[in-house]
């Protein structure tokens, strides 16, 4: 069974740091493509990061770009999100995607809530 | 980065119902868009992808059209599992981006 397990997430104070990781299992990760897509309370899915497989195509939205780091460990399985200088308005439920040819497989989740 | 704008924002509608909604893109995007059903508490799930293909699984009242900067999704007899938040998202070129989302509402 795909699986896809976000863990990482709690509260923080604004200006500070988090690691967000998504565990896969039941699929080929070293083969797929990953994002992450988040959602802040009451708005709206907004695209965050990607990787591609070897880690040789990355991708950014202009609202993360320069403060958070996305990155893979194929030989664990493993997904990262390394969030910098974190922003009330970065407070949001973060989803880790597998993308074929659409994202057909989610996680359930993780909450980062950056407040003081 | 491209935008994608969406409309409506939201719906009311009965079951049995035909409902579209229709997403425009800044910018040509060739047939890079997907469409997907977000329930709260759950994880989105794909309708449609490449525009107009629909994934095995879903159900065949789901379907996709368009090309360029203009698409639609339409839903030809509305299910009450339907009632839900709809996005388009095009993956044509960095940053990825959603449109803001359609509520599809009970009547």
């Known amino acids: 069974e795909v699986q896809l397990v976000e863990s990482g997430g709690g509260l923080v104070q604004p200006g500070r740091s988090l690691r967000l990781s998504c565990a896969a299992s039941?699929?080929?990760?070293?083969?797929?493509?990953m994002h992450w897509v988040r959602q802040a309370p009451g708005k709206g899915l907004e695209w965050v990061s990607c990787?591609?497989?070897?880690?040789?195509?990355?991708g950014y939205a202009d609202s993360v770009k320069g403060r958070f780091t996305i990155s893979r460990d194929n030989a664990k399985n493993f997904l990262y999100l390394q969030m910098n200088s974190l922003s009330p308005e970065d407070t949001a439920l973060y989803y880790c995607?597998?993308?074929?040819?659409?994202?057909?497989?989610w996680g359930q989740g993780t909450l980062v809530t950056v407040s003081s | 980065a491209i935008q994608m704008t969406q409309s409506p924002s939201s719906l009311s509608a009965s079951v049995g119902d035909r409902v579209t909604i229709t997403c425009r893109a800044s910018?040509?995007?060739?047939?890079?868009l997907g469409w997907y059903q977000h329930k709260p508490g759950r994880a989105p799930k794909l309708l449609i992808n490449?525009?107009?293909s629909l994934p095995s699984g879903v159900p065949s009242r789901f379907s996709g059209s368009g090309s360029g900067t203009d698409f639609t999704l339409i839903i030809s007899s509305l299910q009450p599992e339907d009632f839900a938040t709809y996005y388009c998202?095009?993956?044509?070129?960095?940053?990825?981006?959603f449109g803001q989302g359609t509520k599809v509402e009970i009547k």
């Open positions: 995607g597998r993308w074929v040819a659409g994202f057909d497989q």
């Open positions: 039941g699929f080929n990760f070293a083969d797929s493509a």
């Open positions: 990787i591609n497989w070897n880690s040789n195509s990355i």
């Open positions: 910018q040509g995007i060739r047939n890079d």
């Open positions: 490449a525009a107009t």
């Open positions: 998202l095009q993956d044509y070129s960095y940053p990825w981006t």
